[in-house]
């Protein structure tokens, strides 16, 4: 886990992670917040060749293991898990067409864009090598860049994920569980 401003709340309650059947382990940004980059490039050394990230504020219906086969499939060196949104749920800022990610602009989106980041995606750790060590930048830097350079492929989902930064992201995130446990 990547962690930064009141990391150590999450460590204590998380630890090792094995009273919940997992091994964590943790990268944390230090002094100087690092950002979602930044904190990536920091972590490399805990990481494999290529790995998912996945924002730590959303709950994700997805399949993991299809969109890492996706991934090796597509050649390039990161991919994003995109959703239709139409601004629905936030700002759109994805162009995907015919299957393609054609370009990811978080800071200047386009009214062709009818995608979102769906807060999921995998990089190869490769692609942080020229941005600098200890110092901050955003992920969405990277993946705009990979985005204009042709490297991000996209992997369309068609359920939409749900937030969990918020109480009425956490409302609507529990009423989605109490729907699913009828079913």
């Not at 805990?46 to 993991?64: A, E, M, R, W």
């Not at 601004?87 to 162009?95: A, E, G």
């Not at 864009?113 to 830097?141: C, E, H, R, W």
Request: proline share 3%; net charge negative; aromatic share 12%.
């Amino acid at each position: 886990m990547c962690i930064g401003y009141l990391g150590e709340m999450i460590q204590a309650e998380v630890g090792d992670g094995s009273r919940f059947g997992m091994d964590v382990s943790y990268s944390l940004d230090g002094p100087v917040l690092l950002g979602t980059g930044g904190a990536l490039k920091q972590a490399l050394p805990l990481l494999g060749k290529h790995f998912f990230v996945l924002y730590g504020d959303s709950f994700l219906p997805i399949d993991f293991a299809a969109v890492e086969r996706s991934f090796l499939a597509s050649g390039k060196s990161a991919l994003m898990t995109v959703l239709k949104n139409g601004d629905r749920w936030d700002k759109s800022n994805v162009l995907f067409q015919n299957g393609e990610l054609i370009e990811y602009n978080k800071q200047a989106p386009t009214q062709e864009m009818t995608y979102i980041d769906y807060g999921l995606g995998v990089l190869s750790g490769q692609v942080l090598a020229k941005y600098p060590n200890a110092l901050p930048f955003d992920l969405a830097q990277v993946y705009h860049e990979l985005s204009v350079e042709g490297q991000l492929a996209g992997y369309e989902v068609h359920e939409r994920f749900y937030e969990i930064g918020s109480h009425g992201g956490l409302k609507e995130t529990e009423a989605y569980f109490l729907e699913k446990g009828k079913a």
